[in-house]
């Protein structure tokens, strides 16, 4: 089953403008995580949040965490072509595996 | 060893037929995961390895499927008697104890059933 919700599922925005996109999940974690998959293709590993941490900085990605909420935020600033991609967050439940959730679907247009 | 390696990257099988697909994680890493992915969902967990111990299973994976991972290095994720359902991409991910769950993915298997 899912555990993570993003928001929104589809994004449009031009070359150069900031994409943000959320991410709700169900029951408490031990850390979150970003990922970026490129159409029909692996996935690749953005950023990790601890439940203890409220916001983590990566180059032009950043994350905060509302573990009160029990959401997530990704900013990615100064977006380019190459920022393409379906982005999902994925949380550790302390069980030793990620449950995704649907993904959100972010096409820069430049 | 640049990174986690799926073989074959895509298949396609008449349905009734078996299939396996192989994944060879990043050489140090001990612990190996099996997910399954469907067009416009997150990918789902199936099972995953701790060296060559298959630690835990979801019930998403039915007794068609079996995984091995016989040396705790390269694994296989078998499918028996394919079914139209189990069209998906089925992607291999390892990680490291001690470095928590962050996950290094292969470029997945995509399997069509006809």
């Known amino acids: 089953s899912q555990q993570g919700e993003e928001d929104p599922q589809a ?3 031009q070359e150069g403008e900031n994409a943000t996109m959320n991410c709700s999940y169900k029951t408490s974690i031990n850390n979150l995580q970003w990922y970026r998959q ?9 950023i990790l949040i601890r439940s203890n941490e409220r916001e983590k900085h990566s180059g032009r990605l950043r994350v905060t965490l509302d573990t009160s909420k029990k959401s997530s935020s990704l900013l990615i600033t100064a977006s380019r072509a190459a920022d393409t991609a379906s982005y999902f967050c ?3 439940l302390g069980d030793q595996k990620l449950t995704f959730g649907t993904g959100t679907r972010l096409t820069i247009i430049p | 060893d640049t990174g986690v390696s799926q073989d074959p990257r895509h298949k396609i099988t008449k349905r ?3 299939v396996t697909f192989r994944c060879d994680p990043i050489s140090e890493h001990n612990r190996l995961y099996w997910y ?3 067009l416009g969902q997150g990918p789902e967990f199936l099972t995953y390895f701790q060296n060559e111990a298959q630690l835990e299973k979801s019930r998403l994976l ?3 499927f079996s995984a091995e991972r016989p040396k705790g290095s390269f694994s296989t994720l ?18 490291l104890v001690g470095r928590g769950t962050e996950a290094f993915f292969g470029q997945g298997t995509r399997l069509t059933v006809v």
Do not use: F, K, P
């Not at chain 1, 490129?38 to 953005?46: E, M, T």
């Open chain 1, 11 to 13: 994004l449009s925005i």
């Open chain 1, 38 to 46: 490129n159409s029909g293709r692996g996935l690749v590993h953005l």
């Open chain 1, 90 to 92: 994925a949380t550790d």
């Open chain 2, 16 to 18: 009734g037929q078996n």
């Open chain 2, 36 to 38: 399954r992915q469907t």
């Open chain 2, 62 to 64: 039915s007794d068609r």
């Open chain 2, 78 to 95: 078998e499918i028996q008697r394919t079914e139209q359902g189990d069209s998906a991409m089925y992607l291999c991910a390892s990680s």
